[in-house]
């Protein structure tokens, strides 16, 4: 039987090993990501990064290769990552989407991981590419940062990311120009059934529309992700409405594992649909 000082001696043992391996995983990985905060991947964030993503070595290189593409930082670009792979290792049918593609790299994230799994599916890239439409009332005062052409791309950003740099098929990877309220429509019947649905639209009108018109495709098990949820009012609101009316209360989870703090502005969140429809989303 252990004395209450033999238990007293192993319990300190075991939290100063526990201490030393923690100082050991932070040297070790402030050896690797410290250097690349002085190159162009400073923007990855990379300091957030798992030690464990250097053991995934196709995984960081997609990372790399999509970071001039894209604002996010490694934990976004990450969920985006184990999602798509979550739902290609389930077997989940249905397509890719992304309404707010701007450069395209978090889509070519989605459309990387279905190339690599077979290319079971379509990835599409949807984007105004004209810029930000005027934001409304619920989105806020705060918005000059991106609004009119400050978030401006073009479709052959996308083009020279997924076709050049990652050789991505073009008969899997379609990209969509034209405000939503013209192209969802029109081309949510083509899209079908939906795996994996990202919103990156931030504005209150635009994330209820891509929700009214393109929700009810998202397969039972399916994931949806709000970018903007914690950043922009309007989103917020948009997402909290929607399911409000239908009387569903979706278990959001945040991106990240720092109680929901992304930098300085509260994380995306994202939730996977229910298996069984007709019941709350707890």
Not at 61 to 70: D, F, K, P
Not at 179 to 189: A, G, I, Q, S
Request: hydrophobic share 40%; proline share 6%; glycine share 10%.
């Amino acid at each position: 039987m252990l004395t209450p000082a033999i238990r007293f001696f192993m319990i300190k043992n075991y939290l100063r090993k526990s201490w030393l391996a923690i100082r050991l995983y932070r040297t070790v990985k402030n050896a690797v990501v410290f250097p690349l905060r002085f190159t162009p991947l400073r923007t990855l964030q990379l300091k957030n990064m798992p030690l464990t993503d250097l053991l995934r070595p196709w995984k960081l290189r997609l990372m790399i290769a999509v970071s001039s593409h894209t604002k996010n930082g490694y934990p976004r670009l990450a969920n985006i990552y184990d999602l798509a792979t979550d739902v290609e290792r389930r077997g989940l049918g249905g397509a890719f989407v992304e309404c707010g593609t701007w450069k395209g790299g978090t889509t070519a994230i989605m459309g990387a991981v279905a190339h690599r799994f077979g290319d079971r599916r379509a990835t599409w890239y949807l984007d105004s590419f004209e810029g930000m439409p005027q934001p409304a009332p619920e989105d806020g005062g705060e918005t000059e940062e991106i609004a009119g052409d400050a978030l401006k791309a073009s479709v052959d950003d996308v083009e020279k990311l997924i076709f050049g740099k990652l050789g991505l098929p073009p008969a899997h990877n379609r990209i969509i120009k034209g405000w939503f309220e013209e192209t969802l429509p029109r081309v949510k019947n083509e899209i079908g059934p939906i795996a994996l649905l990202r919103l990156d639209a931030d504005w209150y009108e635009a994330t209820k529309l891509i929700l009214n018109e393109l929700y009810a495709q998202v397969v039972p098990g399916g994931w949806l992700i709000f970018d903007d949820y914690g950043r922009w009012p309007g989103c917020k609101t948009a997402v909290d409405e929607f399911f409000a009316a239908r009387r569903l209360a979706p278990k959001l989870s945040f991106v990240g594992n720092r109680g929901g703090v992304y930098g300085d502005r509260l994380a995306p969140m994202y939730f996977k649909k229910p298996e069984v429809q007709g019941t709350k989303h707890g």
